[in-house]
């Protein structure tokens, strides 16, 4: 990776009080987090998707906590994106991350004691909590500065919550596109693309959310052109012919719907379920059936009678789910009914570690042959990349309506199979 620093004034910009230092670079790595429900996963998703947009290699990372609603400002608590994007095309998420946007300390600090952390990273770090009214707050916040001192990152502190109250009234509701503003501002991002990014992202929502939420963008752009002397350079290469920008869940419903599966039925998990929000929105107009049910078990369920029924039914989950699925699968075997389960794997507790997650998930997947004591075959097939997810559901999907396997096929949506792949290469001597 080639970086070369330069000092001087960037064209188009405002600042004119210092020198701006552009770091220029074939990659760099970035995240974004805050307690969970403030916005940082869609920041993310939204940087990301722009920068693929202008040409940019990206790969980006869901921040999941280990509980569904932990206690705010808590180390164990951060919820994010990490994105790194590349002047050719990712993928990985890189080593550590070198610029971070927080919303407040503790979430920061989480992810420092995680090592995520290079030790050159910039930090712009919300600075509310420093004069807050809870005298614990502010001592959590010394607390929290004093720890990170002698690492030698570089913290910039960003008023986010005033920034953001000029624009709404909930300074909460609107952090997320703020923080956008600043990352694009650092990374010189095109911002008509991120309006009408934010414009897609909000389209169901009254016209005057998508105006507050391109304010903030805006807000946040200015402030960061303003107060921040340095830049992180990028540069896209656009591609010469049109090409579709997605996320492997996207591509693993539309494998879906390419195969002609005709139902889907899942429980919301993180992070499969954004798969189940892209079916809700095109599914139907191809014949399909998404059905939400009341817990992981019924989704088996109904997948399952779809299938015995005559339907070509699969079931969407996550590590946690797919034990819950267990009992279903047995049955799904001992009546010879085809079932697809789509796997969309995550470490954490119950659906093992980074970074081999991908490995543990496949013993488990295998392991479900125990509730027949292995008289079936599990099919395993793992993608990885949004590429070959859509190609593998789609066989996958294709392989169940030609009835060519009784029993069940785990398409495994995972994010560790290099290391797999790197591991068997080795044991071979290769």
């Not at 202008?54 to 569904?68: D, F, H, K, L, S």
């Not at 990985?92 to 420092?112: C, I, S």
């Not at 919300?126 to 809870?134: G, L, P, Y």
Request: with cysteine; proline share 5%.
């Amino acid at each position: 990776m080639a970086t070369v620093l330069t000092t001087d004034a960037i064209p188009g910009a405002t600042t004119t009080a210092w020198d701006l230092t552009r770091i220029r670079t074939d990659t760099h790595v970035l995240e974004i987090l805050s307690d969970p429900g403030e916005g940082a996963q869609r920041c993310g998703q939204i940087f990301g998707t722009v920068s693929a947009k202008m040409g940019n290699g990206v790969w980006t990372v869901e921040i999941i906590p280990a509980e569904i609603q932990p206690p705010a400002r808590d180390p164990a608590g951060a919820s994010g994106n990490r994105v790194r994007i590349g002047n050719t095309a990712v993928t990985n998420w890189g080593d550590a991350t070198q610029l971070v946007v927080a919303f407040n300390e503790q979430v920061l600090l989480g992810r420092q004691r995680l090592g995520a952390l290079a030790s050159d990273t910039v930090i712009l770090l919300e600075n509310k909590w420093a004069v807050h009214a809870d005298p614990s707050i502010r001592a959590a916040w010394s607390a929290a500065l004093e720890e990170l001192r002698p690492h030698g990152y570089r913290l910039i502190e960003v008023p986010m919550e005033a920034e953001c109250l000029q624009v709404v009234d909930d300074a909460a509701k609107g952090k997320n596109m703020f923080a956008l503003g600043l990352l694009s501002c650092v990374y010189e991002r095109d911002l008509e693309k991120m309006r009408e990014q934010i414009a897609f992202a909000f389209r169901k929502k009254a016209p005057a959310i998508c105006e507050k939420n391109v304010a903030l963008l805006e807000r946040g752009y200015a402030w960061a052109d303003a107060n921040l002397d340095f830049r992180v350079c990028v540069d896209p290469r656009p591609a010469a012919g049109d090409l579709v920008v997605m996320n492997g869940n996207q591509a693993a419903a539309l494998g879906a719907i390419a195969a002609g599966m005709e139902l889907a039925a899942m429980y919301p998990i993180t992070p499969a379920t954004s798969v189940s929000h892209y079916l809700g929105e095109i599914f139907e107009k191809f014949g399909g059936t998404l059905h939400q049910a009341e817990d992981e078990i019924a989704a088996a369920g109904v997948a399952l009678g779809a299938s015995y029924a005559g339907k070509v039914a699969f079931t969407i989950t996550s590590g946690p789910g797919l034990a819950l699925k267990t009992e279903f699968l047995g049955l799904a075997v001992m009546t010879e009914t085809p079932l697809v389960v789509l796997d969309v794997q995550r470490g954490g507790p119950s659906t093992a570690c980074r970074p081999r997650s991908s490995s543990r998930t496949c013993w488990r997947h295998s392991s479900v042959s125990l509730v027949t004591r292995r008289t079936f075959a599990v099919v395993i097939c793992s993608p990885h990349d949004a590429e070959t997810s859509d190609n593998t559901l789609m066989n996958v999907f294709c392989t169940e309506i030609g009835d060519k396997c009784t029993g069940t096929l785990c398409p495994l949506c995972a994010k560790s199979t290099d290391v797999m792949r790197e591991e068997l290469a080795a044991s071979r001597g290769e």
